[in-house]
């Protein structure tokens, strides 16, 4: 179904810039949410034209969000589980950025693509049949991800924002939290699905702010949360 939903709208794609509707489109994503929404449509996994669109695959809500929150944080330090368009985007607000990235091929294509005070560490899974860190996603069955959660700890110090977007993200968020700076925030994406809002729920210690709306790349709404240690948990 995904791949004949993408094969779609990259029909639709060709059709809008043979007929000059697709620069039309550009010209008023400039000017309107709206536009950029529907513009973003056309540029589903490929990430050449999301760079251009020039946004990360979250809620806009929880893209302002983070874009505020890294404005307050001078010389921030980031780590995301997964990468792509969001680790360009956080790239150019950010003093490091750290993706953390289980495909080989998908890293060796983010690389040319991203400045040197951003780098992505490919960190594969190990296939096994009693995984001690499994991913739940399907076609991950029988592999173990315990290296790329710990890939956290080869980073020092802490962490201002962490990205936990994807292989084994239940286990990202425990070993996330005990890295983030005073004021950090961790963004959980795809918190639609059941088992990523009980991970969450998991954790007492977290102020979670649910957000749910138009996403890029998606016509319908998705939801990513932003979560926060409480202060009496912080220092």
């Keep these: 179904m995904k791949g004949a939903y993408v094969g779609v709208v990259r029909a639709l794609r060709r059709l809008l810039r043979v007929t000059g509707l697709l620069a039309l489109l550009d010209h008023a994503a400039k000017r309107s949410r709206t536009a950029l929404w529907v513009r973003s449509w056309f540029a589903i996994y490929d990430l050449d034209d999301m760079l251009r669109i020039g946004l990360p695959w979250w809620t806009f809500e929880a893209v302002d969000l983070v874009e505020a929150h890294l404005a307050a944080t001078p010389r921030a330090r980031i ?3 997964g990468s792509g368009a969001s680790t360009v985007w956080l790239a150019a607000r950010a003093a ?3 993706a953390v990235e289980h495909d080989p091929e998908w890293a060796a294509s983010m690389r040319p693509r991203l ?5 992505v560490q490919t960190v594969p899974s190990v296939a096994t049949g009693t995984p001690a860190v499994a991913s739940r996603k399907p076609g991950f069955e029988g592999q173990d991800f315990t290296a790329y959660v710990a890939a956290i700890d080869d980073e020092p110090g802490a962490f201002d924002l962490v990205v936990v977007d994807g292989r084994a993200r239940e286990a990202c968020l425990a ?3 005990p890295r983030l ?3 950090g ?4 994406d795809n918190v639609d699905r059941r088992r990523y809002r009980d991970a969450i729920a998991e954790h007492p210690e977290l102020e979670v702010l649910w957000t749910r709306g138009r996403t890029p ?3 319908y709404p998705t939801r990513t949360a932003l979560l926060r240690l409480r202060e009496e948990r912080q220092g």
Excluded: C, N, Y
């Design 175 to 177: 070993a996330a939290l």
């Design 217 to 219: 790349s998606l016509p």
């Design 185 to 188: 925030m961790v963004v959980f």
């Design 79 to 81: 780590l995301e589980w």
């Design 96 to 98: 490091t950025v750290v």
């Design 181 to 183: 700076a005073p004021g």
């Design 115 to 119: 400045p040197d005070h951003a780098q």
